[in-house]
């Protein structure tokens, strides 16, 4: 069978009578890892079950999807991974330079299999493995630089084949991999390149099964030299001769079975072919293209399809075509990638190549048609009238528009059309060719002078024009033959300028102008106009409107320098879009509504479509094929709707409204493993991960699958009881989270593409558990351990208390009892033997003394008695006993004792210890009044009402003088008790007005 096969470049396209030229172009780029690394050399590209691209590149192993790169760490016992397979729904096969492993997809888990003699299921002559080719019946074939070897889909070994010099061959490799399997055991192979250029290339058939090798003769072919083949079919290749001296370089068919070569067209040399190992193949359904790079650029060339099995590409090349029609291709250069335009954008060819040949200073502002007849407006002065019958441009030159743009063009009758400028306004007869200016009762001379900013026709047939300036707006009703000038008036009309207008369905109009002025509205029915108040916290300036449109809804559209914006006129609301929710550029130009309801928004940075109801963006540039960047004009091409004018720099072109594809896509959000403290955990949306204190230091990686549109990706997160709003992320999807406190955590994710479509999951639960000492259950347990250490020393000291208490008792009884009974026997006997006159004068002294000292000893001992019994730990009691020797006291001295004692309810317990410095204290300091004081009045007052005890002593004796050097034993002893029971003293006393000490005790 023989195909034909020929160059399709151009497509037929009914357009004014001309063949159009077609740009189905391509977005082309570059992909870097980040700023400051590239991708360098890519050995293969593969495509998993989801979409992720994985890229073997000399640096390592990498998976991409379509905004970051991940880098994959393998063992360095795998060496450089050339060849990437994917085997199943979770794992790729990977060729490198020491052996071969699987890779699960999602885990990143590596097995190695090594090909080494221990390994005899596995044993190749070396472990470089070269390719790893998808053979037929779910098989694979393995290439190293000596050997070939077929494993089944277990990976298990189906037999090997070890290359042999060939007796007319130096070369004892492989030079390029091309090799097609014909079946489940047998593969046809380039082998070698001849020593001799005579030879050429020797082509091999080799069977596994059996062990042989078969040498295909191609005796026309041999002296070509075949560059590269691709396989079409399962018993054919397209191969691609190199140009030899009397050879141009050629297409030709090879069948397998019946060894037929068929040559079908030479190579056109536009196409510039250098090496096979720069180029790729990529059928599609205009036919095969053949991609090929070179000084950092991309040339493709259509060929017409021959059948539908020629859609196979070699699975040799560095090149990968995604399920979404993105073609990625990589090589000794990096990693490049091209995004097909949908869109069919076209240009009048004729048009096309004179614009190209002429310098535009703005580009293209305006166009009308008049029969077949195309007047194109552009910004660099010149009016041009393209003839569609004859092929032939005609450039209108204007006496008068000298500097001056051209911004509008309206065919007010047959013959008249009126061009709107930079100088005003010019009425050029389309059948004369006379240009004039427009002169008529009531036009104000301005309108020869000023520009032209705005032609708008209502649905009335009322013409509008914008006067430059500040000169206000023109109405000229043609029926009527009336103009009416409506100049700047704060109350009547508040504009200066109109530069954009708009009808809503009420037949009433909106206006605004780009240097000032506002939004301004005019009811027809009233003919009254008024400023709208803006309401809305935006950047929305009123002052700054550059278009305005009208939805089926009735809401108007409009677009500013800060974005675009929508009014409700029915709620007097707005709504905002910028860059932030997917436009291309917030500096907006020109707007348009076609048929679909769809907002086209031209900017000075390219072209968005956006579509309300689903707030999705459509975005072009000039890598889209739009003829510049800067857009100046959007309109119908004709009343079918079905073709839009795009005007731009450098040209105009035109986009097929049904061409547009806004529908959604769903997508959803990859978790990559979770690294705690650097080690990877495995986690999904919605799950919950329990750690410990030390685990808090937290890498989340996330992303989307949007090899469209990867750039315009933005990722957010969110912290439950941390974050109230989403937080932008400028790590591309790469969230730290250090240091941790213990608590439960729940993050939200979230990804936006083209910041329209936002995409979020369940979100994730991490719970950091405190440390052991910070846990509520250490706290009760502490808890009760010092309940229960404070109830056992509190009963500790009870009983100790109540063991000394006890003693006490004991002491206090044995003293009263013994010692006291016997200390009052020799008193009483020492008083018998005085009374009876038994003893001389000399015993009676004697006995006197024992009697004197025994009493003492009385005295004491009853205080030392009183001292130990606990019963007397109470203050009550200590006041008690002061009173009762101040009153005894005081009463032999004859001295009259006022008290005033004041105490709070309930008895206070008072230590032993503090209650002997007290009473000693007290004791003092009475002995010292009733001996020294000589006065005949004191008052003890004595009070608790406070957290402490105070004692004040007065009395209206003699007094002391405290400033001299006056000493006394009775003072220092007082000082050191009050120092002994931490008390605070005051003794203030004066010559002859007696003397008050003061002593205040903390209880």
């Known amino acids: 069978m023989r195909f034909a096969f020929y160059l399709l470049f151009l497509v037929t396209v009914n357009l004014l009578g001309q063949n159009p030229v077609i740009y189905h172009s391509s977005q082309f780029e570059r992909l870097q890892i980040n700023v400051n690394s590239k991708i360098d050399h890519v050995y293969s590209l ?4 989801d979409g992720f691209l994985w890229i073997a590149e000399q640096s390592g192993l990498y998976r991409f999807d379509g905004d970051r790169f991940t880098y994959i760490k393998l063992s360095k016992s795998l060496g450089v991974v050339r060849q990437i397979n994917p085997i199943n729904e979770d794992s790729l096969l990977i060729a490198t330079t020491h052996g071969m492993g699987i890779i699960n997809s999602k885990s990143f888990r590596v097995d190695i299999h090594f090909f080494t003699s221990q390994n005899e299921e596995y044993y190749l002559e070396d472990n470089f493995i070269r390719w790893i080719i998808n053979g037929k019946g779910n098989t694979y074939w393995i290439f190293t630089k000596t050997s070939v070897h077929l494993l089944d889909g277990n990976l298990k070994s189906k037999g090997s084949f070890t290359f042999k010099k060939h007796p007319d061959i130096q070369s004892a490799n492989p030079t390029t991999p091309i090799c097609f399997p014909m079946d489940e055991s047998r593969i046809i192979m380039k082998a070698f390149e001849g020593a001799n250029d005579s030879l050429g290339d020797i082509w091999w058939c080799i069977d596994i099964r059996k062990g042989t090798r078969e040498v295909i003769d191609l005796d026309e072919l041999a002296p070509l030299e075949m560059g590269t083949c691709f396989q079409v079919d399962p018993a054919s290749v397209i191969m691609v001769s190199r140009e030899r001296p009397g050879h141009p370089q050629s297409f030709y068919h090879y069948a397998y079975a019946n060894r ?14 250098v090496s096979s190992k720069q180029h790729a193949l990529d059928p599609s359904a205009t036919g095969i293209t053949f991609f090929r790079f070179k000084k950092g650029f991309f040339y493709d060339t259509t060929l ?16 990968h075509k995604m399920k979404n029609g993105i073609v990625y291709v990589g090589n000794s250069e990096g990693l490049f990638r091209l995004t097909p335009n949908t869109l069919t954008i076209t240009k009048p060819e004729a048009l096309d190549n004179y614009f190209s040949t002429i310098e535009f200073n703005d580009g293209v502002s305006d166009f009308l048609k008049k029969g077949k007849q195309l007047y194109i407006a552009t910004h660099n002065q010149h009016l041009y009238r393209y003839d569609s019958l004859s092929h032939t441009i005609e450039n209108i030159c204007m006496p008068g528009i000298a500097s001056g743009l051209v911004w509008n063009l309206r065919l007010q009758d047959k013959d008249s059309l009126w061009i709107g400028t930079q100088n005003g306004l010019f009425v050029f007869n389309t059948s004369s060719g006379a240009i004039s200016r427009w002169e008529k009762k009531g036009v104000p001379p301005k309108i020869n002078e000023v520009p032209i900013t705005i032609q708008f026709e209502d649905s009335h047939g009322i013409l509008w024009m914008g006067l430059g300036y500040g000169n206000g707006l023109l109405a000229y009703d043609p029926e009527r033959a009336m103009v009416r000038h409506y100049l700047y008036d704060k109350n009547h009309f508040p504009l200066r300028t109109a530069t ?6 009420n037949g009433n109009l909106w206006m605004g102008y780009e240097n000032g002025g506002g939004l301004i509205y005019w009811d027809r029915n009233k003919d009254v106009f008024t400023k709208i108040k803006i309401s809305v916290e935006s950047n929305f300036t009123n002052d700054r409107i550059r278009s305005l449109v009208v939805g089926q809804d009735n809401s108007l559209w409009i677009g500013t320098r800060h974005g675009l914006f929508r009014y409700d006129t029915t709620t007097s609301t707005f709504d905002e879009f910028t860059v932030n929710d997917g436009l291309i550029d917030d500096y907006i130009t020109k707007l348009y509504f076609d048929a679909y309801d769809r907002v086209w928004i031209g900017t000075t940075n390219g072209l968005s479509i956006f579509e309300p109801h689903r707030k999705k963006f459509l975005n072009l540039d000039k890598n889209q094929g739009l003829p510049g960047s800067r857009i100046l004009n959007i309109k119908a091409w004709d009343a079918s709707g079905k073709k839009v004018f795009v005007g731009a720099t450098n040209g105009f072109c035109l986009i097929d409204v049904d061409d547009v594809d806004l529908s959604q896509t769903q997508a959803t959000l990859y978790l990559e493993p979770i690294l705690v403290n650097g080690t990877a955990k495995p986690m999904e949306f919605g799950q919950r991960m329990p750690l410990n204190y030390k685990q808090n230091n937290i890498t989340v990686t996330f992303g989307i699958i949007n090899h469209q549109q990867g750039r315009s990706n933005t990722y957010y997160y969110k912290m439950s009881q941390l974050d109230t709003a989403w937080v932008e992320l400028k790590t591309k999807g790469n969230l730290v989270l250090n240091g941790l406190a213990p608590g439960n955590y729940q993050l939200q994710l979230m990804t936006c593409i083209n910041g329209s479509d936002c995409y979020t999951e369940a ?10 000492w910070k846990s509520i259950w250490f706290f009760l347990g502490m808890m009760v351990l010092a309940v229960l250490v404070t109830r056992h020393f509190y009963t500790l000291r009870i009983r100790n208390l109540k063991k000394i208490e006890s003693i006490r008792q004991q002491i206090s009884m044995d003293l009263h009892d013994d010692i006291g009974s016997s200390i009052s026997s020799v008193r009483i006997l020492s008083d ?16 006197q003394s024992i009697r004197e000292q025994s009493g003492h000893i009385s005295d004491v001992l009853e205080e030392i008695i009183w001292n130990v019994n606990p019963k007397n730990d109470t203050l009550e009691n200590v006041i008690a006993r002061m009173q009762q020797y101040a009153n005894e006291l ?27 410095q007290l009473y000693l204290f007290f004791k003092e300091a009475v002995n010292n009044l009733a001996k020294h004081s000589k006065c005949e009045h004191c008052s003890i007052e004595i009070s608790n009402l406070s957290n402490s005890l105070s004692i004040l002593i007065q009395d209206d004796g003699i007094g002391y003088d405290t400033v001299g050097n006056y000493q006394s034993n009775g003072i220092d002893s007082m000082n050191k008790r009050a120092t002994q029971l931490n008390a605070s003293l005051k003794v203030l006393s004066t010559l002859k007005e007696g003397t008050r000490i003061h002593l205040k005790v903390p209880l």
Not at 46 to 49: G, I, L, M, P, T
Not at 260 to 273: A, N, R, V
Request: proline letters at 5%.
């Open 890 to 916: 005081l009463e032999n001295a004859q001295i009259d004792c006022q008290w005033n004692i004041v105490l709070k309810e309930g008895n206070t317990l008072i230590d032993a210890e503090k209650r002997k």
């Open 763 to 772: 979100p994730l639960n991490f719970h950091i558990r405190p440390p052991f």
């Open 260 to 273: 037929d070569l068929t040559k079908l067209m030479e190579y056109d040399p536009s196409m510039e072919w």
């Open 500 to 505: 954009a207008i708009a009808e809503d369905r």
């Open 832 to 847: 018998i033997l005085a009374a009876e006159n038994l003893v001389n004068s000399k015993d009676i002294e004697i006995i």
């Open 46 to 49: 593969a495509e998993d079950d």
């Open 304 to 319: 017409k399809r021959i059948t539908e099995e020629y859609w196979n590409f070699s699975p040799y090349s560095r090149y």
